[in-house]
């Protein structure tokens, strides 16, 4: 019957698309190209006359495919995408997108450029607001072409400006500049649509600068980081502060950028100029921050044997210790602690372990573990008697500064 039929269909489609799957997983490139060819011969023969429209999973299978199989070609891939571009006609626009893409992997920047001015040009029917956006990110990354093409005329200047006395080719500068217009326009149109567009707005920046527009850079960099329109984004802070930190802003706006780059990736590298930022602040909040601030980069198993990180908080540490003063703010980042960071940082096996790696890391590691955990701590004895039995002076120095403030470690321990 018909309806046996169409349910047999079903099946069997759902098989196929399976083995392609699992063939993919299997990285067996050959054999998913077998099946995606059956694939694509079933529909063709298939009268149910469903409302599902495959052509968007044959392009992205397909593109996929392509792209991996050992005997695929650039000529082959265009041929592909030509074909896909017809069927997925609503499409069309993100399959220009992946066609550009590979062009641009196999460094065709021309073929590539003119694929997407060609894409600008097209339209399908009444516009739309999903077709306008889509508009807009081929213009963006039309405009990250001229951008390139900027980046590449400006160094054969700068090259022969240093060569060559007194060098002034006016036909690349000229080249130079129409680059820049075209990047510029197409670049900043896309940033002011809310999303994540790091290449975008760093390259905006990048001409932005060049040409000493400072405060328009600042502005742009601004509003990417700050505008609550915009995702949640850590590299948007990370631009503002490389950018505040290069035209030598105040350390107020330094700290103002990286507190809420803390906020959202308490892990991030730059920490660690944060907390020596807040460590040589005159305000006693921004000291107890930068203690908070090592503490929890040091949660995280990336920075387990980060000797920076260790020296950081180390530092810190034995000054407190030293002073006297704010010991409770050592005993309010442990407390949080002390039922984890023994076996995570300060276990006898890690104690041999960075022994054998990084003297240096132990040393750290060890005067923290000493005044968090007390004398009696693994870490500790086992590093302070193999630096000893090394005969390293800071070792024994450290032995005895910890055995001298041996009541520290009953106080934060409460």
């Given at each position: 019957?018909?309806?046996?039929?169409k349910?047999?269909?079903?099946?069997?489609?759902?098989?196929?698309?399976?083995?392609?799957?699992?063939?993919m997983?299997?990285?067996?490139?050959?054999?998913?190209?077998?099946f995606?060819?059956?694939?694509?011969?079933?529909?063709?023969?298939?009268f149910?006359r469903?409302?599902?429209?495959?052509s968007?999973?044959?392009w992205?299978i397909?593109?996929?495919?392509?792209?991996?199989?050992?005997?695929?070609?650039?000529?082959?891939?265009?041929?592909?995408?030509?074909?896909?571009?017809?069927?997925?006609?609503?499409?069309?626009?993100?399959?220009?997108?992946?066609?550009?893409?590979?062009?641009l992997?196999?460094?065709?920047?021309?073929?590539?450029?003119?694929?997407?001015?060609?894409?600008?040009?097209?339209?399908f029917?009444?516009?739309?607001?999903?077709?306008?956006?889509?508009?807009?990110?081929?213009?963006?990354?039309?405009?990250?072409?001229?951008y390139?093409?900027w980046?590449?005329?400006?160094?054969?200047?700068?090259?022969?400006?240093e060569?060559?006395?007194?060098?002034d080719d006016?036909?690349?500068?000229?080249?130079?500049?129409?680059?820049?217009r075209?990047?510029?326009?197409?670049?900043?149109?896309i940033i002011?649509?809310?999303?994540?567009?790091?290449?975008?707005?760093?390259?905006?920046?990048?001409?932005?600068?060049?040409?000493?527009?400072?405060n328009?850079?600042?502005?742009v960099?601004?509003?990417?980081?700050?505008?609550?329109?915009?995702?949640?984004?850590?590299?948007?802070?990370?631009?503002?502060?490389e950018?505040?930190?290069?035209?030598?802003?105040?350390?107020?706006?330094?700290?103002?950028?990286?507190?809420?780059?803390h906020?959202?990736?308490?892990?991030?590298?730059?920490?660690?100029?944060?907390?020596?930022?807040?460590?040589k602040?005159?305000?006693?909040?921004?000291?107890?921050?930068?203690?908070?601030?090592?503490?929890?980069?040091?949660?995280?198993?990336?920075?387990?044997?980060?000797?920076?990180?260790?020296?950081?908080?180390?530092?810190?540490?034995?000054?407190?210790?030293?002073?006297?003063?704010?010991?409770?703010?050592i005993?309010?980042?442990?407390?949080?602690?002390?039922?984890?960071?023994?076996?995570?940082?300060?276990?006898?096996?890690?104690?041999?372990?960075?022994?054998?790696k990084?003297?240096?890391?132990?040393?750290?590691?060890?005067?923290?573990?000493?005044?968090?955990?007390?004398?009696?701590?693994?870490?500790?004895?086992?590093?302070?008697?193999?630096?000893c039995?090394?005969?390293?002076?800071?070792?024994?120095?450290?032995?005895?500064?910890?055995?001298?403030?041996?009541?520290?470690?009953?106080?934060?321990?409460?």
């Amino acid at each position: 019957s018909s309806c046996e039929h169409k349910l047999n269909f079903k099946k069997s489609k759902e098989v196929c698309l399976s083995y392609i799957q699992d063939a993919m997983l299997q990285k067996q490139w050959k054999r998913a190209a077998e099946f995606l060819t059956f694939y694509v011969e079933s529909l063709e023969k298939d009268f149910s006359r469903q409302d599902v429209n495959p052509s968007e999973m044959i392009w992205r299978i397909g593109a996929e495919i392509l792209w991996h199989h050992s005997h695929g070609s650039v000529k082959e891939f265009n041929s592909f995408i030509e074909q896909m571009k017809i069927l997925s006609v609503k499409r069309y626009l993100k399959v220009c997108l992946e066609h550009v893409f590979h062009l641009l992997c196999h460094g065709l920047i021309d073929e590539a450029y003119q694929t997407l001015s060609l894409a600008e040009s097209w339209r399908f029917g009444e516009q739309t607001a999903v077709q306008d956006k889509e508009i807009k990110l081929i213009q963006a990354y039309r405009g990250l072409l001229d951008y390139y093409s900027w980046s590449k005329k400006k160094n054969i200047l700068l090259e022969y400006g240093e060569c060559q006395d007194g060098f002034d080719d006016l036909s690349v500068e000229q080249e130079m500049h129409s680059c820049f217009r075209k990047a510029a326009v197409n670049l900043k149109e896309i940033i002011k649509v809310p999303g994540v567009w790091d290449l975008f707005v760093k390259c905006y920046v990048d001409l932005l600068e060049f040409y000493g527009a400072h405060n328009e850079a600042r502005q742009v960099l601004n509003e990417y980081a700050y505008n609550s329109k915009f995702p949640a984004n850590p590299n948007a802070h990370v631009y503002l502060y490389e950018f505040l930190k290069r035209h030598g802003e105040s350390k107020k706006s330094l700290i103002s950028a990286l507190k809420i780059l803390h906020d959202i990736v308490p892990s991030h590298e730059l920490m660690i100029d944060f907390n020596t930022m807040l460590q040589k602040s005159k305000k006693r909040k921004n000291r107890r921050l930068g203690l908070e601030v090592i503490f929890a980069a040091l949660d995280y198993a990336g920075w387990k044997e980060n000797v920076k990180a260790w020296s950081c908080l180390a530092r810190q540490v034995k000054q407190i210790v030293i002073s006297e003063k704010h010991l409770d703010w050592i005993k309010q980042e442990w407390n949080s602690r002390k039922d984890w960071w023994p076996a995570f940082h300060f276990s006898r096996y890690l104690a041999k372990r960075n022994w054998q790696k990084n003297e240096s890391l132990s040393y750290e590691k060890a005067l923290v573990a000493g005044i968090l955990l007390g004398k009696e701590c693994k870490y500790f004895k086992y590093v302070s008697h193999q630096g000893c039995k090394a005969q390293m002076k800071r070792f024994r120095v450290l032995k005895k500064f910890v055995n001298k403030h041996s009541l520290v470690y009953l106080r934060i321990s409460g």
